[in-house]
């Protein structure tokens, strides 16, 4: 198993250029998640999805848009990429917690490095 | 509204010493937490979780709901425990909330 893998691995971007990241899981996990890291920041969750074809908002999602058509795939859009988008991106993924509610883990991707000029 | 506080950003030891992640939270519910680490060029990933009172590496943490913390131990510190490690809270049916992170450097 490739477990939770992301593409592309770096990328520089001029201001106002568009892209999209791709995140990939194969462990048929329900849940994604994105996170951005910033140095003294941690790690903030942007967008997530609970399943094939839903979304919500996590903490900071001014700027992006997600979509999960695919069960295994979660993809991270910006638009209009500004200087402040700049930052690792992780994505990571988790089974459904049971019906009692138990605790899964979260499985991460090896980051995507972006820049933003 | 949920928190995580990890007031050192760097915590420097020598190899052997006894180490002490901090970590405090704020939460209305019963918490549940978590400690990750990312070692230097990898990913994140899990290294312990309150509720199964499990010894990762050497690594122990113990919820203490009084003083609403969870913080990281390990008795003797090792050169290879050199890494960032994040304390997370559950925040939500599937959600976590991370701090900041603390850099951990073990000289030898």
């Known amino acids: 198993n490739a477990g939770v893998t992301q593409t592309p691995k770096f990328r520089v971007l001029k201001t106002g250029q568009s892209m999209t990241l791709l995140c990939a899981q194969d462990?048929?996990?329900?849940?994604m998640y994105w996170y951005r890291q910033d140095p003294g920041m941690g790690l903030r969750l942007i967008h997530y999805?609970?399943?094939?074809?839903?979304?919500a908002k996590g903490e900071v999602p001014d700027g992006y848009n997600v979509s999960r058509l695919k069960k295994q795939n979660f993809l991270l859009g910006l638009e209009s990429a500004a200087p402040s988008q700049t930052s690792v991106y992780f994505c990571?993924?988790?089974?459904?917690?049971?019906?009692?509610?138990?605790?899964?883990?979260?499985?991460f991707g090896p980051g995507t490095r972006l820049t933003v000029l | 509204a949920q928190r995580v506080t990890q007031p050192e950003k760097l915590l420097s030891v020598f190899k052997g010493a006894p180490v002490e992640l901090k970590c405090n939270y704020s939460?209305?519910?019963?918490?549940?937490l978590f400690w990750y680490v990312q070692y230097s060029r990898q990913r994140l990933q899990l290294l312990l979780r309150?509720?199964s009172r499990e010894s990762i590496k050497g690594f122990t943490a113990d919820l203490n709901k009084g003083e609403t913390s969870f913080h990281l131990k390990k008795p003797f510190a090792q050169e290879e425990d050199s890494a960032m490690y994040y304390c997370?809270?559950?925040?939500?049916?599937?959600?976590?909330?991370f701090g900041k992170g603390t850099m951990l450097l073990v000289s030898p």
């Open positions: 999805s609970v399943g094939e074809g839903t979304t």
């Open positions: 997370a809270l559950r925040s939500g049916y599937s959600t976590l909330t």
């Open positions: 939460y209305s519910g019963s918490p549940e």
């Open positions: 990571a993924s988790s089974s459904s917690p049971g019906l009692a509610g138990e605790v899964v883990t979260q499985y």
């Open positions: 309150h509720i």
């Open positions: 462990m048929n996990h329900e849940y």
